[in-house]
């Protein structure tokens, strides 16, 4: 029988450099033995977006425990990048936010996808992993001040609410966002109206106008891409802001469904000079020179009932050259409350280098900007322009400038109109998205599966000298 010393018998027989010895030991022995948990590792969001060159691009926070060990001993690193020419490990950006978390963020060197594998390391050794799947649009022009709203790629209209931000719809959907103007990111607040419309397909909201508190928004009115009718789309609703900023408030107004028609009979009464039944026959896609189509809606100068519903088709007449359409409801108020029939006015036709009408807004001052654009294309394969109007019948649009026509989506929205006749005024204008093949391989950004990818593209324009109209 072998008889084992205790642990003081042994100490004493080793000493006190002995015993001091043991002690050590004991707390140097590896962590594992302490019995410490497994780390978690969890992210705010599991899909991101950026694009190559782009400046304040969205970061992903990373949430990291151990328990019984403060966040701020643990590790994280980047562990792997499935496809390095598009964000290599070293692209990806760490810093500490006050309560221990990580914020990421990743410098793109190329278009495309790339999965990034990250690890967080705790006490006793142990690690977790988790999988950020990251897309990279290409470089644009202008990247430096371009901004880029998340969550949808579909941007249609929208109007500033002040306090540096903007409600943008969607024509995909019945949703309105509130975006920070000045960043790139996702939504501070979303409304879906749908509910409150009491629809469940898209209205294909196209235009909208402010009118104090009281926001006009209008569907396209025609039919949809297949030359199908859709009732939804025959839709004008309000809605009711308040607040402004981050702190404003969206409530449902009311809604008018027949918008369409009453316009086909005026036409029709008229002698079809715009050609609205032919237009609208089944069959009929929208984007045709002769189809029709609605994306503008502004009020006319000074006036918070009389609204121009501008064309982006027909063209008048429905020919190469032809000019962009505005008709007048001067009783548009009461229309959308359900209280009158709409009457209509002298229809407008206006000289815009063969371009139709893709966004028209006014500020208070009663300037009018106008984005002109193609009938046709949905992206940046035709021309598009900005011209200023003084909303008065009869007079002729001046041209400010030339957009650029080379990076993926249309020119759409208008955010806001500044004082035009201040030399080097500056405008921000809002792309739709949607049909843009975002990451080069070949979907349409309306297509893709997670909706941290799609996305809308914000940029800045110095209005030029004006060319030619009236003041």
Same mark, same amino acid.
């Given at each position: 029988?072998?008889?084992?010393?205790?642990?003081?018998?042994?100490?004493?027989?080793?000493?006190?450099?002995?015993?001091?010895?043991?002690?050590?030991?004991?707390?140097?022995?590896?962590?594992?033995?302490?019995?410490?948990?497994?780390?978690?590792?969890?992210?705010?969001?599991?899909?991101?977006?950026?694009?190559?060159?782009?400046?304040?691009?969205?970061?992903?926070?990373?949430?990291?425990?151990?328990?019984?060990?403060?966040?701020?001993?643990?590790?994280?690193?980047?562990?792997?990048?499935?496809?390095?020419?598009?964000?290599?490990?070293?692209?990806?950006?760490?810093?500490? $936010?006050?309560?221990?978390?990580?914020?990421?963020?990743?410098?793109?060197?190329?278009?495309?996808?790339?999965?990034?594998?990250?690890?967080?390391?705790?006490?006793?050794?142990?690690?977790?992993?988790?999988?950020?799947?990251?897309?990279?649009?290409?470089?644009?022009?202008?990247?430096?001040?371009?901004?880029?709203?998340?969550?949808?790629?579909?941007?249609?209209?929208?109007?500033?609410?002040?306090?540096?931000?903007?409600?943008?719809?969607?024509?995909?959907?019945?949703?309105?966002?509130?975006?920070?103007?000045?960043?790139?990111?996702?939504?501070?607040?979303?409304?879906?109206?749908?509910?409150?419309?009491?629809?469940?397909?898209?209205?294909?909201?196209?235009?909208?106008?402010?009118?104090?508190?009281?926001?006009?928004?209008?569907?396209?009115?025609?039919?949809?891409?297949?030359?199908?009718?859709?009732?939804?789309?025959?839709?004008?609703?309000?809605?009711?802001?308040?607040?402004?900023?981050?702190?404003?408030?969206?409530?449902?107004?009311?809604?008018?469904?027949?918008?369409?028609?009453?316009?086909?009979?005026?036409?029709?009464?008229?002698?079809?000079?715009?050609?609205?039944?032919?237009?609208?026959?089944?069959?009929?896609?929208?984007?045709?020179?002769?189809?029709?189509?609605?994306?503008?809606?502004?009020?006319?100068?000074?006036?918070? $009932?009389?609204?121009?519903?501008?064309?982006?088709?027909?063209?008048?007449?429905?020919?190469?050259?032809?000019?962009?359409?505005?008709?007048?409801?001067?009783?548009?108020?009461?229309?959308?409350?359900?209280?009158?029939?709409?009457?209509?006015?002298?229809?407008?036709?206006?000289?815009?280098?063969?371009?139709?009408?893709?966004?028209?807004?006014?500020?208070?001052?009663?300037?009018?900007?106008?984005?002109?654009?193609?009938?046709?294309?949905?992206?940046?394969?035709?021309?598009?322009?900005?011209?200023?109007?003084?909303?008065?019948?009869?007079?002729?649009?001046?041209?400010?400038?030339?957009?650029?026509?080379?990076?993926?989506?249309?020119?759409?929205?208008?955010?806001?109109?500044?004082?035009?006749?201040?030399?080097?005024?500056?405008?921000?204008?809002? $792309?739709?998205?949607?049909?843009?093949?975002?990451?080069?391989?070949?979907?349409?950004?309306?297509?893709?599966?997670?909706?941290?990818?799609?996305?809308?593209?914000?940029?800045?324009?110095?209005?030029?000298?004006?060319?030619?109209?009236?003041?």
């Amino acid at each position: 029988m072998t008889v084992r010393p205790s642990p003081a018998r042994r100490a004493g027989a080793l000493g006190v450099a002995g015993a001091a010895a043991l002690l050590v030991a004991g707390l140097t022995a590896p962590a594992h033995a302490v019995g410490y948990a497994d780390p978690t590792i969890s992210l705010s969001a599991t899909h991101l977006t950026g694009a190559v060159g782009a400046y304040g691009d969205p970061a992903v926070t990373v949430d990291v425990e151990q328990p019984g060990v403060p966040a701020g001993f643990l590790r994280l690193r980047v562990l792997s990048s499935s496809n390095p020419a598009v964000a290599a490990v070293g692209d990806v950006r760490q810093q500490r $936010t006050p309560s221990g978390d990580r914020s990421l963020t990743v410098r793109p060197r190329g278009q495309g996808y790339t999965d990034l594998t990250l690890q967080v390391t705790g006490r006793g050794g142990k690690t977790a992993t988790a999988t950020l799947a990251y897309a990279a649009s290409a470089r644009v022009g202008g990247a430096p001040t371009t901004r880029y709203l998340t969550g949808s790629s579909d941007a249609s209209a929208a109007v500033d609410v002040g306090g540096g931000h903007v409600l943008v719809a969607d024509d995909e959907s019945n949703v309105l966002r509130l975006y920070d103007r000045s960043r790139t990111g996702a939504p501070v607040r979303t409304w879906d109206l749908g509910p409150s419309l009491g629809l469940k397909k898209e209205v294909d909201i196209e235009a909208a106008a402010r009118v104090g508190d009281t926001v006009y928004w209008t569907g396209s009115l025609g039919n949809n891409k297949d030359g199908k009718y859709k009732a939804e789309r025959n839709t004008v609703f309000t809605t009711t802001i308040t607040g402004s900023g981050a702190g404003t408030e969206v409530t449902f107004g009311s809604a008018h469904h027949g918008l369409r028609e009453d316009l086909i009979a005026w036409d029709t009464a008229h002698g079809n000079r715009f050609g609205f039944a032919a237009g609208t026959a089944n069959g009929q896609v929208p984007k045709r020179i002769d189809g029709f189509n609605i994306e503008g809606l502004e009020f006319a100068p000074g006036s918070t $009932t009389t609204a121009y519903l501008g064309f982006r088709a027909p063209l008048a007449p429905a020919v190469s050259g032809g000019k962009a359409l505005v008709v007048p409801v001067t009783n548009m108020d009461r229309v959308v409350a359900g209280t009158a029939a709409p009457v209509f006015g002298e229809p407008i036709e206006m000289d815009l280098g063969g371009l139709a009408i893709r966004d028209i807004r006014r500020n208070a001052a009663n300037q009018y900007l106008i984005l002109a654009g193609s009938w046709a294309a949905d992206d940046n394969s035709d021309p598009y322009a900005l011209y200023q109007w003084d909303g008065v019948p009869g007079h002729a649009p001046r041209k400010r400038v030339d957009l650029p026509a080379t990076d993926p989506g249309g020119w759409e929205v208008v955010v806001n109109v500044p004082d035009l006749r201040v030399p080097g005024a500056r405008v921000q204008l809002i $792309t739709d998205s949607g049909s843009a093949d975002l990451y080069g391989d070949g979907r349409e950004a309306k297509d893709l599966d997670h909706p941290e990818w799609k996305k809308a593209r914000s940029a800045w324009f110095t209005l030029g000298p004006t060319r030619g109209g009236h003041r």
